[in-house]
């Protein structure tokens, strides 16, 4: 037994957590608009409406160069068209610095400054056919942790008024310079010998008109047609899979940052008409992209819409499972979304949250523990809610929480513990599901207080723990623990 308790001790210090220091929980609600970009309010009235709903951190998503174009082929650059919104893109250090100013006078509610980024989006259709469609306008990610301007104002993200030189550049160019000898031709006189009969001849000076001019008109088509020469990585006249996104997440990673899928369920569509052309806009569900990406830290799993992703054996549980085996360098953590601009169609600021488990109550506090899973998902009315306060797995003195691994040899007892309450402290009717690997382990109905104890054994194989509570109107989503040998 001595020599059993040695082993885990050890693992402890290797692996896992033992006597783990407690963690504040922080409320949050992530992905919020103000009047800086297309929100309704200031950042003093968001600190207001965030207090009186006991809401402990805001993390803003403000627009970032949120900009629409088109350009007619093959002269995309001369007849080009361009939409703009409210963005922070243009002058990303007025936005740092006018959120640390608030900060600094209303320090009760953390204040994370964060953008929402449109990688890319592509045009089908045609002005000619009096029908177009611009696609996934929507398809964005939510960017936290880059505080500096610079870094923040090269992001790599669907900016038409930019480009790059590159070989395509040079090779549009190549055709201008004809412009150089049909103006020689068009400028220089040369003497031209003309017979007028038998032995007469006369020498007079002209232009060489017709060459020139053909020259001179290449030279003027392709520099209308190229100008100004910079090649667009990833067109919009054409889809371009999943590396614009792929780019983007692996920029704000090599920044420190965290990334974040927003909305990956939801289905945006319209169209308005102008003139006789309807333009339309589309951005449908993509949460098999989740799947094809990697290295972004969370992804929208509560929002208000209905969900599948992370239900019980879908996606989600697909990339904890890949994650878990090693075929991933790190999971996706889950995360309540809420995309607030206002009161709008009875929209509110606390319905959906996530409640970080941080050391410390700072930014830093908040971003770490977004970037580690130590947090989980809820959503609720403004009269009640669920908490998860409770969510350990346990061997001997060797424990681990949300977003933790825990590791113990294969044969070794694990206890799972779970806890969750409502937040008047009353008993109502809950669902509680424990699940493991992808599958339920455990299904129980009660009243809150609810507790639950999952016990097995592991045999080397790794295990994804994670938990759902819920109800009609309220559900709370717990991150992973990690069970490995």
Not at 22 to 43: I, M, P, Q, Y
Not at 151 to 163: E, N
Not at 429 to 451: C, F, K, Q, S
Request: glycine share 10%; with cysteine; charged share 20%.
């Amino acid at each position: 037994m001595r020599r059993w308790a040695l082993v885990l001790a050890l693992v402890g210090v290797l692996g896992g957590t033992s006597a783990a220091a407690a963690l504040e929980r922080v409320r949050g609600v992530l992905h919020v608009h103000s009047e800086l970009t297309t929100g309704d309010f200031t950042l003093e009235s968001l600190v207001g409406l965030a207090e009186q709903q006991g809401i402990g951190a805001l993390l803003l998503a403000e627009n970032y160069r949120l900009r629409v174009a088109y350009g007619l082929p093959p002269f995309r650059a001369l007849t080009r068209v361009t939409r703009s919104e409210a963005s922070i893109g243009d002058s990303p250090g007025h936005y740092l610095q006018r959120v640390a100013a608030v900060q600094q006078r209303l320090p009760h509610v953390l204040l994370i400054p964060g953008v929402e980024v449109m990688p890319h989006y592509h045009w089908t259709g045609s002005p000619l056919a009096l029908d177009m469609t611009v696609h996934d306008l929507q398809k964005n990610l939510l960017v936290f942790g880059i505080g500096n301007p610079a870094a923040l104002a090269a992001l790599p993200v669907a900016d038409h008024a930019g480009g790059t030189l590159a070989l395509p550049s040079a090779l549009d160019a190549l055709p201008v310079l004809l412009l150089i000898p049909g103006l020689v031709l068009l400028l220089r006189r040369r003497p031209v010998r003309r017979r007028l009969g038998r032995g007469a001849v006369m020498v007079v000076t002209q232009r060489a008109w017709l060459r020139g001019g053909a020259l001179c008109l290449i030279g003027v088509v392709a520099l209308v047609r190229g100008w100004p020469f910079l090649t667009d990585r990833f067109p919009t006249w054409r889809p371009a899979g999943m590396e614009p996104y792929q780019t983007l997440i692996d920029r704000v990673d090599a920044l420190g940052g965290a990334s974040v899928w927003s909305f990956p369920e939801a289905r945006d569509i319209g169209e308005h008409h102008y003139g006789p052309i309807r333009v339309g806009w589309l951005t449908e569900p993509y949460p098999d992209d989740l799947l094809k990406t990697f290295r972004y830290s969370a992804f929208g799993a509560v929002y208000e819409d209905t969900t599948t992703f992370e239900q019980p054996g879908s996606g989600w549980d697909r990339l904890l499972t890949e994650y878990a085996r090693g075929e991933r360098s790190r999971p996706a953590w889950a995360v309540g979304e809420s995309g607030f601009h206002g009161f709008t169609a009875g929209k509110q600021i606390g319905p959906v949250q996530t409640v970080f488990l941080v050391e410390h109550k700072t930014a830093g506090g908040v971003l770490d523990a977004l970037r580690r899973g130590r947090m989980y998902a809820l959503q609720r009315t403004r009269e009640l809610g669920f908490d998860l306060t409770r969510f350990t797995a346990a061997a001997g003195t060797v424990s681990a929480e949300a977003g933790e691994t825990l590791r113990v040899p294969a044969g070794t007892p694990i206890e799972l513990t779970v806890a969750v309450e409502a937040s008047d402290g009353r008993a109502h009717d809950a669902r509680l599901t424990i699940v493991r690997n992808g599958r339920i382990a455990t299904l129980e109905r009660g009243a809150t207080p609810l507790h639950a104890v999952h016990r097995e054994t592991t045999d080397g194989t790794p295990l994804v723990l994670r938990v759902e509570a819920r109800d009609a109107q309220r559900r709370v989503l717990s991150n992973p623990i990690f069970v490995r040998p």
